[in-house]
C-alpha cells in the first residue's frame, strides 16, 4: 500500500493505468543521472538504474496483462521525448513482452556483476535504501528471474517458438 511499484493497491482505485505512468518518470530521471557521470560515481550508479529498470519492466508487464496494448516503446521518455512522445502510440503486447523478457534477462545476468563493480561504501548504502531485498542482489535476480518465466509461460500460447528455448535456459 506504498506505492512503491510492488503493491496492487491502485488497482482498485480509479486511474491505475496513468499513475502508473506517472510513478515510472523516474525511470528516465535516474538514466540520464547515470549516463551523466563517470568513474566510479557511475559504477555506483548504475545499480540502482537496473534496479528502477527492473521495476519498470515489472510494472509495465502489469500493465499488458491488464491492458493488452500499451504504449511502451516511444513512453518512458521523460524530458528526452519529442512532441510527439507525449500521446506514445500504443505498441503490440507480444512485443512489449518479448522486449520486456529480453530486457529481464540481461538483468539476471548484469546485477551481480554491477554490485561487484560499486564502491564498498555505495553497497552499504544500497543497503540502507534498499526496502525490498537490502541490497541482496541474489535475491533481486531471483526475482528477475522469476518474473521473466512468469511472462515466457504466459507468451507460449501465443508464440512457442520465442518462449521455449528461454524456458529452458530461465
Known sequence: TTGNGFDDFPITGQGYFESSYTRLKTWETIRNEVNSR???AKLDADMYFKLVTLVKDYQSAKLVDLFNSIPYFNAFQGSNGTNENWYPAYDDPK???ESIITDLGNLTDSLSIAYHLMSSTAQQILAQQDIVFKGDMTKWA???NATRLKLLVRIAGVDATFAKP???ET
Do not use: H, M, P, R
Request: hydrophobic letters at 50%; aromatic letters at 16%; zero cysteines.
Open 142 to 144: 531471483e526475482f528477475a
Open 166 to 168: 528461454l524456458i529452458q
Open 38 to 40: 563517470s568513474g566510479q
Open 95 to 97: 512485443a512489449v513482452y
